[in-house]
């Protein structure tokens, strides 16, 4: 795995050991693949979003702020790097039975087929609260009963096959789980034990597309791991055109990891989108300079760089998606203090029901 390694200091003395300390430490590890940059100008600094400095950024995260690690630690902390990154494992699937959720279920199995990972569908619920429930008053036992009859039509249904010479099979059986609880909390809290969320944007019906529109926002910005928002008209065919909404900021270089190993092997384009709103702009596209970290290792990804003038985030971002013809839109959320999307709070939501391609919400420390 290539390692790009930053030193945010002014050039004092515990910037300077930091320096000799982490030379030191790259001495010992010379099968590891890494380049450092020493960034010394405070306002340049200030981007960077962290408490103190000097700090040490291992691929756009911060690992260390206004300290000085010994040479061993560092050796110990950089050590993990020099294995690969292990492969997407777990990929969760929350549903509510519709045909959204069973849209999203398809192209979860897909994506596992392609990285031999485990499906787990879950459905939380809420005996109180559950809209689709007519009779509020049904003995716990036999709502429960309802509830994974319901489950077992929906992967019975839904569970897609494969012909390989000539033989149909079904894909690996997936895992399934009923939840009491809240969609939103129950999701957040599995999505520590997953590598991927898959979920629809829309529920069914007028009630249940608002209460599932907002599970849906929730869990893409609370989750432990990436969310795919898969709109309901999507189908898997890979990520060849993957378009990522940049803020030129620190926390780009961290997502776009994530981002590449989403992206597989590739080939693929990635394109790196900055939107202007500036109100009074036409819609228009034109190259700038933008730093691209992690380039090494990665012969079949390329990358574009564009600046775009529009008055709608939104509305520019998706109107270069579709000029370019998008398998994904890539955006992230920053998780420091109260959470912020990298452009405003609104724009996540707002995205999630007006693209139509699917939407990958990636998260910044943590």
């Known amino acids: 795995m290539y390692l790009h390694l930053k030193i945010l200091g002014i050039g004092c003395r515990k910037s300077r050991a930091l320096k000799t300390n982490l030379k030191q430490a790259l001495a010992l590890l010379p099968e590891l693949e890494a380049e450092v940059e020493e960034v010394t100008s405070v306002q340049e600094i200030l981007e960077y979003q962290i408490t103190a400095a000097p700090a040490l950024l291992i691929n756009g995260i911060p690992a260390y702020e206004d300290e000085v690690p010994g040479v061993e630690e560092l050796v110990q902390k950089l050590r993990p790097y020099m294995q690969k990154p292990e ?40 005996p109180s609260f559950d809209y689709s429930n007519p009779y509020l008053d049904m003995p716990a036992a036999e709502f429960e009963s309802v509830k994974r009859e319901l489950m077992k039509n929906f992967i019975a249904e839904h569970t897609l096959t494969s012909n390989q010479g000539g033989v149909v099979a079904t894909v690996a059986q997936p895992k399934t789980e009923l939840c009491i609880g809240f969609a939103g909390e129950e999701v957040v809290r ?12 829309t529920g069914q019906g007028n009630l249940m597309e608002k209460v599932f529109g907002s599970v849906s926002t929730h869990v893409a ?6 969310v795919l928002l898969v709109p309901g008209n999507c189908r898997c065919n890979g990520f060849k055109e993957i378009v990522f909404a940049s803020s030129y900021n620190a926390a ?7 981002l590449i190993e989403m992206a597989g092997a590739g080939p693929a384009n990635i394109h790196f989108v900055h939107v202007d709103a500036e109100a009074g702009k036409p819609y228009s596209v034109a190259k700038v300079e933008f730093e691209q970290a992690v380039r090494e290792n990665m012969p079949d990804i390329g990358f574009n760089t564009v600046e775009i003038k529009c008055s709608d985030i939104e509305e520019g971002i998706v109107k270069y998606a579709q000029s370019v013809g998008a398998d994904l839109i890539a955006m992230g959320t920053v998780h420091r203090g109260f959470l912020e999307n990298l452009f405003h709070r609104s724009v996540t939501k707002r995205m999630a029901f007006h693209t139509t391609v699917p939407l990958l919400v990636l998260h910044y420390d943590r």
């Open 190 to 201: 599995l999505s520590k034990e997953a590598d991927l969320i898959v979920m629809g944007t």
């Open 252 to 258: 780009d270089e961290a997502m776009l990891q994530q």
């Open 87 to 126: 492969p997407m494992k777990k990929i969760l699937v929350p549903t509510d039975f519709s045909d959204i959720a069973a849209n999203a279920y398809r192209f979860a199995q897909r994506l596992a087929d392609d990285e031999a990972a485990e499906v787990r569908v879950v459905h939380a619920y809420h």
């Open 221 to 226: 910005r609370n989750s432990h791991c990436p």
